[in-house]
T-cell receptor, first 115, second 112 residues
Framework: AQKVTQAQTEISVVEKEDVTLDCVYE???????LFWYKQPPSGELVFLIR??????QNEISGRYSWNFQKSTSSFNFTITASQVVDSAVYFC????????????FGTGTRLKVLA | SAVISQKPSRDICQRGTSLTIQCQVD?????MFWYRQQPGQSLTLIAT?????????ESGFVIDKFPISRPNLTFSTLTVSNMSPEDSSIYLC?????????FGPGTRLTVL
């Protein structure tokens, strides 16, 4: 089965707190890609990061960091020193297949950052 | 990358009417996709639209309800027909460019 699970439906934090959004995936493909998208209240999907299955190196981009662990099939996303503008729904997604790729989205985690 | 625009950005419609959503891309793409995102839910693929052929619909979606046009490599439309309140969703256009999906800004539809 191919699946993306975001067990956290909604998280609330106070501004400047760190927060980690969890993503667990399932696939039998050996080559796949993982993504994180941000969806602010306006509705558009904003691409944040892409990771391929052969690259387990963690990544940091400003206040954002991502931890990819194949051993636990997880691709977690941490926001350091959260800000009110980080409030959004965050989706984790998995791309599998070849030729015609299939994208599988998680159910999303709504993050609320309180001032 | 690909820059995608959608019209309208939002609309409020009456039950029983139809709405056509337009999707324009700034480059030629072979595959375009339409997604639905119901309130508080994840993205669900409605159909894949290739230029010059009929759209391929996912399970649970039918052409009579969601007719799609793909007249050229930069444009597509999705019509939501005979709308009911259950059709209230964000509809997102997406394109495949070199294996990656890019998403439009979405059309937020409310059906009264």
């Amino acid at each position: 089965a191919q699946k993306v699970t975001q067990a956290q439906t909604e998280i609330s934090v106070v501004e400047k707190e760190d927060v980690t959004l969890d993503c667990v995936y399932e696939t039998r493909d050996t080559t796949y890609y993982l993504f994180w998208y941000k969806q602010p209240p306006s509705g558009e999907l904003v691409f944040l990061i892409r990771r391929n299955s052969f690259d387990e190196q963690n990544e940091i981009s400003g206040r954002y960091s991502w931890n990819f662990q194949k051993s636990t099939s997880s691709f977690n996303f941490t926001i350091t020193a959260s800000q009110v503008v980080d409030s959004a729904v965050y989706f984790c997604a998995l791309r599998v297949g070849s030729g015609t790729y299939k994208y599988i989205f998680g159910t999303g985690t709504r993050l609320k950052v309180l001032a | 990358s690909a820059v995608i625009s959608q019209k309208p950005s939002r609309d409020i419609c009456q039950r029983g009417t139809s709405l056509t959503i337009q999707c324009q891309v700034d480059s030629q793409v072979t595959m375009m996709f339409w997604y639905r995102q119901q309130p508080g839910q994840s993205l669900t693929l409605i159909a894949t639209a290739n230029q010059g052929s009929e759209a391929t619909y996912e399970s649970g979606f039918v052409i009579d309800k969601f007719p799609i046009s793909r007249p050229n490599l930069t444009f597509s439309t999705l019509t939501v027909s005979n709308m009911s309140p259950e059709d209230s969703s964000i509809y997102l256009c997406s394109v495949a460019n070199r294996g990656w999906r890019f998403f439009g800004p979405g059309t937020r539809l409310t059906v009264l």
